[in-house]
């Protein structure tokens, strides 16, 4: 009589085990953060359009109290910080000046800027230094168009400070734009891109290429004139 045919199936050795999830945690090295990434960076940049959306919204509302003009367009005097757009040290102040509309100065860094830092609290004069308040631009990530104006809906008011000029990085100070001038973004925020906001309150994602496009559109409306940011 013949025995019983023994199965070949067997289960897998502790060693072939090993080996498995050793090679699904290398793929899952591999593949997982790419994917994350994309996420995590997708999220940042809508978080900083929220950002832009909310800022444009406070100076909009500055505006509708002073007869149609932005902070850096009045005196000290009447509210404004027109004393203080020739030095791009000073552009928290033209944030500041927001306050009244702008709960917290958290909004004005970009999710994805790791070079800032966040701050909570603006600077009254009387705010102890260890609460670190708004009084510098180590704070902000955001750019301010000084010629901007709501009688020019796309004229560019504000955005990231990930900028280009003829392929060179541009670094904090007073941008000042002239005809010829190719204007880009970095690739330290946002993949290569960045978020604008405009003179009528919206904010759109764009290429440094559509960044390019949309400023010389701006400087032929404005017949050459020069154009000034302060970036932070």
Not at 97 to 117: N, V, W, Y
Not at 133 to 144: A, M, R, T, V
């Amino acid at each position: 009589m013949r025995s019983p045919r023994r199965s070949t199936r067997r289960g897998l050795t502790l060693l072939e085990m090993a080996v498995t999830m050793a090679t699904l945690a290398v793929l899952a090295i591999v593949v997982v953060p790419p994917a994350l990434q994309n996420g995590h960076a997708k999220s940042g940049r809508i978080r900083c359009l929220a950002n832009l959306k909310s800022i444009g919204l406070g100076l909009r509302t500055f505006s509708s109290d002073h007869d149609g003009k932005f902070p850096m367009d009045l005196p000290v005097a009447l509210g404004g910080t027109h004393e203080h757009v020739s030095d791009a040290d000073q552009l928290w102040r033209h944030w500041a000046a927001l306050s009244g509309g702008l709960a917290s100065p958290t909004i004005l860094l970009c999710p994805d800027d790791l070079a800032r830092q966040r701050t909570r609290s603006y600077f009254s004069g009387t705010t102890p230094a260890t609460t670190d308040p708004l009084k510098d631009n180590h704070h902000i990530s955001y750019f301010l168009g000084l010629n901007a104006s709501e009688a020019d809906p796309q004229s560019i008011l504000a955005g990231d400070r990930n900028l280009t000029t003829n392929a060179v990085p541009v670094g904090p100070g007073r941008l000042v734009l002239t005809d010829g001038m190719v204007v880009g973004f970095t690739s330290a925020l946002h993949n290569g891109s960045g978020n604008i906001l405009f003179g009528d309150g919206s904010v759109q994602q764009m290429s440094g290429d559509r960044l390019h496009a949309t400023w010389h559109d701006a400087a032929t409306r404005s017949k050459g004139r020069t154009n000034v940011w302060l970036v932070p």
